[in-house]
């Protein structure tokens, strides 16, 4: 299997190629040349597999250059029971027909760990691969969960350091916490005066700076990255799709072969991606649902065809879905546009240069087909998270909350109330749970974060997880920020740091 660039047909790579380089040299993102098929023989044997069997599976369809034991071993170590105690993507049934895919139950609390705690493993190993012997420097930009899952599984990692950026206020105090207090000889961690889209684009800055790569260079280092634009973070993320339909199968919540819906927060298109990458491979899905907060720029794209980062930037209760600048959009118009990488690179550098593109009528066309978009606000997302927990039993986080309000308003545009849902549910309650607090109680709790966690524990009588419970007690060890225009400037402090 090689990969091919969004923007150019200027060389092909492997995945080891892809996944140390994490970005194309011409700006463009790592595609598959094609898409792996998996029948329903094949879904019917998944039943009876653990996630971790399902997952060694799919990712050797795409890893060809590993060999199946080398998948395999970096598959048992990134899932292990100690690290994903309840499991790694548990299905939790809400009632006949709707269920919840419960990607937090890692070491984070965030469905990031699903990715960031093989990328590691699998870098390391592409690394090697490829015959490089340079250490290699991941940046990531992060609205709130990214950060703190890629320095969770970077951490003291040999040949490599991590530098997280994250919008100075534009991440929940928890998170923020998660990612001030890390641990580890190679992690390091700097706020941005800015928003996410301002982080982001920052980073991208600087892995197109050829200066800084030739210093890199002489100082026996590679750029690589975490986040989503890099291929071994967004492959993973197919395996939960397969996982929740067999799941569903297996407990005859779902007869094979049956197509169901996905609901799914998205603000960079990463996670919602990799549904439809599933979907291309043969798991049947009826419908992609798009949930986004009051920063709907996908709302809009999706139902008219137009992308437009010009408009007011909103800070929500769903911080890691404020986005105004969706990366991995770009693989979608790739496929979309039977691999037009010219279109693609045009549309790309409209975005660039004036914020904003149309696609045209064919491709809108093929995405109203397999997607449904909508959006909600603050005061929506909370009477979900009071209305869940009081009519269900169910509490969860506001991404969650977001997917779920979203769900209900797909039900009542379309009708389709037969179709089996399945809502992609994100995060930890705990994780936003002075946020969550103030939805059931109608009112801002008092206090700090850690006392709204404990009476958000006592209120709904559910365990606060190890993670979260850990972190008061650990002390804060990063506290620096930065200007946008100075986020060169961090790396190269990190270039001349000893502390590895």
């Known amino acids: 299997m090689n990969y091919q660039s969004t923007r150019s047909r200027t060389g092909k790579a492997t995945s080891a190629q892809a996944i140390s380089q994490g970005l194309c040299g ?8 094609q898409f792996p098929a998996v029948g329903e023989e094949e879904l019917a044997l998944m039943e009876n597999e653990s996630y971790r069997q399902r997952a060694a599976r799919i990712l050797s369809r795409y890893l060809t250059d590993f060999t199946v034991e080398e998948v395999r071993e970096c598959v048992e170590l990134a899932y292990r029971p100690d690290r994903f105690p309840e499991g790694p993507a548990p299905v939790f049934q ?25 990328l590691p493993l699998l870098l390391t190993r592409s690394l090697k691969k490829i015959r490089s012997d340079r250490e290699a420097l991941i940046l990531v930009a992060t609205s709130g969960d990214t950060g703190k899952a890629a320095l969770e ?12 950026f ?30 996410f889209d301002d982080t982001q684009t920052g980073v991208k800055r600087i892995f197109g700076d050829a200066e800084m790569r030739e210093l890199l260079a002489k100082k026996g280092m590679m ?41 799914v927060p998205t603000g960079n298109f990463g ?6 990458y ?15 907060n009051a920063n709907n720029v996908l709302t809009e794209f999706l139902t008219m065809g137009k992308y437009n980062r010009n408009r ?27 691999q037009n990488d010219e279109k693609v690179a045009d549309w790309m550098r409209r975005l660039n240069e004036t914020g904003e593109y149309q696609v045209d009528e064919a491709v809108l066309s093929k995405i109203r087909e397999l997607f449904y978009a909508g959006f909600c606000s603050d005061d929506e997302t909370r009477e979900e998270i009071k209305s869940l927990f009081a009519n269900q039993n169910y509490l969860c986080d506001p991404h969650t909350g977001v997917a779920a309000r979203v769900y209900e308003k797909y039900l009542r545009d379309t009708g389709d109330s037969k179709t089996p849902a399945v809502i992609v549910s994100t995060a930890s309650p705990y994780k936003f749970a002075p946020e969550v607090l103030r939805a059931l109680e109608d009112h801002a709790p008092a206090g700090d974060e850690f006392q709204a966690v404990s009476r958000l524990s006592q209120l709904t009588a559910t365990r606060v997880p190890a993670p979260i419970a850990a972190l008061e007690s650990k002390t804060v060890r990063f506290s620096s920020s930065c200007k946008k225009e100075e986020m060169g400037a961090a790396v190269l402090k990190i270039l001349d740091s000893e502390s590895v």
């Open 271 to 276: 996670d919602i991606l990799a549904a439809y």
């Open 166 to 195: 994250y919008p100075k206020d534009g991440v929940s105090p928890m998170q923020e916490r998660q990612m001030r207090t890390q641990s580890g000889g190679n992690v390091f961690v700097c706020a941005v005066e800015g928003n």
């Open 223 to 263: 750029f690589s990255s975490a986040n989503s634009i890099n291929w071994g973070r967004l492959l993973p993320q197919i395996v939960y799709y397969f996982s929740a339909y067999c799941d569903l199968c297996a407990g005859h919540s779902v007869q094979r072969g049956a197509p169901v819906n996905f609901i």
């Open 312 to 338: 007011e930037f909103y800070t929500t209760i769903s911080p890691s879905m404020d986005i105004l600048v969706s990366s991995n959009l770009e693989r979608l118009l790739y496929d979309l546009t039977d």
């Open 26 to 33: 011409d700006g463009g993102l790592f595609v598959p040349e």
């Open 153 to 164: 599984g970077f951490q003291d990692v040999e040949g490599t350091r991590i530098l997280v």
């Open 278 to 292: 599933a979907k291309k491979m043969g798991l049947p899905v009826h419908k992609l649902i798009c949930a986004s």
């Open 94 to 118: 809400l009632d006949q027909n709707v269920s919840y895919l419960e990607l937090w139950h890692g070491p984070t609390c965030a469905f990031k760990d699903m990715a960031l705690q093989i």
